[in-house]
């Protein structure tokens, strides 16, 4: 099957710094991929629509200048959290489509900002 | 607008009873339905899909859409079964993204 992974799988960070978070299709080309957040015990929430060689689209109240997303091939997708605080330590999840429309996930990654 | 519901936060069964986890969706056009599976420290996948109307570990799936629903059952719950499932429902078009309901934790006691 499809595989997604993700870089790094965990993070700390100080507060105003920006960290860089990779999401791959390991085996297969995606011109769209998914961004995530998944705060404690709580469900998946989609942040942004990433789309190769064009902006991404980023879901109502998702800040899109915190939340900086660059597509730059069939393969791999970059968020980037800039000026990052407290507030947005959290659980970072990729996806990338099927030919049927599921979603194959990346393993996440935990973001923690000091 | 667009919603999944998972009334259940938690779901507790013994090892082979049957286990039924609820979902229902609101959606003004065609829905395509999922459930995901996240076992522990695993990422999230795929369990099955309404539109292939298929059968995986054991678990099935029927959309009813009179009562916009889409519940994830097995007959005879197994201890491997525990974990967090979420059902979800695409939107958008052929590679839309997904809406996710809150997930229901399952726990399969021996």
């Known amino acids: 099957g499809a595989v997604v992974s993700q870089h790094p799988s965990r993070v700390i960070c100080k507060s105003g710094t920006s960290v860089k978070i990779e999401c791959r299709s390991l085996?297969?080309?995606?011109?769209?991929m998914f961004w995530y957040r998944q705060f404690p015990k709580k469900s998946l929430m989609l942040m942004a629509t990433s789309n190769e060689g064009s902006k991404a689209t980023y879901e109502q109240g998702v800040e899109k200048d915190k939340f900086l997303i660059n597509h730059a091939s069939l393969t791999l997708s970059t968020l980037t959290v800039t000026s990052a605080h407290p507030e947005d330590s959290s659980f970072y999840i990729c996806s990338a489509p099927g030919i049927y429309n599921e979603q194959f996930f990346g393993p996440g990654t935990r973001l923690t900002v000091l | 607008a667009q919603r999944v519901t998972q009334p259940e936060k938690l779901l507790s069964v013994f090892k082979g009873a049957p286990v039924e986890l609820k979902c229902n969706y609101s959606?003004?056009?065609?829905?395509?339905l999922f459930w995901y599976v996240q076992y522990s420290r695993q990422r999230l996948q795929l369990l099955l899909r309404h539109i292939s109307r298929e059968s995986i570990k054991g678990f099935t799936a029927d959309l009813n859409k009179g009562e916009t629903s889409f519940h994830l059952k097995k007959p005879f719950a197994q201890e491997e079964d525990s974990a967090m499932y979420y059902c979800?429902?695409?939107?958008?078009?052929?590679?839309?993204?997904?809406?996710f309901g809150k997930g229901t934790k399952l726990s399969v006691k021996p």
């Open positions: 085996d297969f080309q995606a011109t769209t």
């Open positions: 979800a429902l695409s939107v958008g078009g052929s590679q839309g993204n997904l809406i």
């Open positions: 959606y003004s056009g065609s829905p395509e």
